[in-house]
């Protein structure tokens, strides 16, 4: 059984940073595209944050995000990362990664994997 396990978040202050890493287990994908989701309230849809090629190559990070959250990946440890600085109340959310087979997507119904979710707080 597939599984993509998160972890990192927690609480912290308006400006401040934290890291997120979200490891795979049961099955390898390292060859996937992986991607960082986030759902600002229950009922709401998750929204793209970015994603980040099987290679690394290429890159994609929602306009709200670009220039303060960096994705990384460490295919030998199948293990993907979002750094995130500068933080803002409004970043406040629970962020979910995702595993896709295809290309890097913002569109989150085409992602095959998900991960549990961990709680990011930003404090204003």
């Known amino acids: 059984q597939v599984q993509l396990v998160e972890s990192g978040g927690g609480l912290v202050q308006t400006g401040g940073s934290l890291g997120l890493s979200c490891a795979a287990s049961?099955?390898?994908?390292?060859?996937?595209?992986k991607a960082w989701f986030r759902r600002r309230a229950p009922g709401k849809e998750r929204e793209f944050v970015a994603?980040?090629?099987?290679?690394?190559?290429?890159?994609n990070y929602a306009g709200s995000v670009k220039g303060r959250f960096t994705i990384s990946r460490d295919n030998a440890k199948d293990t993907v990362y979002l750094q995130m600085d500068s933080l803002k109340p409004e970043d406040t959310a629970v962020y979910y990664c995702?595993?896709?087979?295809?290309?890097?997507?913002?569109?989150?119904?085409?992602?095959?994997?998900w991960g549990q979710g961990t709680q990011v707080t930003v404090s204003s």
């Open positions: 995702a595993a896709d087979a295809g290309l890097v997507e913002t569109n989150p119904s085409l992602y095959d994997y």
């Open positions: 049961g099955r390898r994908l390292s060859s996937y595209t």
């Open positions: 994603a980040i090629s099987w290679a690394g190559g290429r890159t």
